[in-house]
């Protein structure tokens, strides 16, 4: 069941930028204020650290978030 609650293109387009062209460090979205499309609130550069998406994040309300974490497998 679809909650009605659409994603707007730029998440797509964010997101894609994250996954496949490695642009940003991290991307928070949120849903508007009409409670209609999931948006984008925030994007980081490849230089943001996990503290600074921590820190991005509001500690009384809810977003969806997606964070590239990089790591060396030994």
């Known amino acids: 069941m679809a909650s009605g609650i659409k994603v707007s293109d730029t998440c797509v387009e964010k997101f894609q930028e994250l996954k496949l062209g490695k642009a940003h460090r991290y991307v928070i979205f949120t849903i508007n204020a009409d409670n209609t499309e999931i948006v984008v609130e925030k994007t980081a ?9 921590v820190t991005g994040l509001p500690k009384d309300d809810t977003r969806y978030a997606v964070f590239d974490f990089e790591y060396q497998q030994e």
């Open 45 to 53: 550069p490849k230089t943001a650290t996990y503290q600074e998406f």
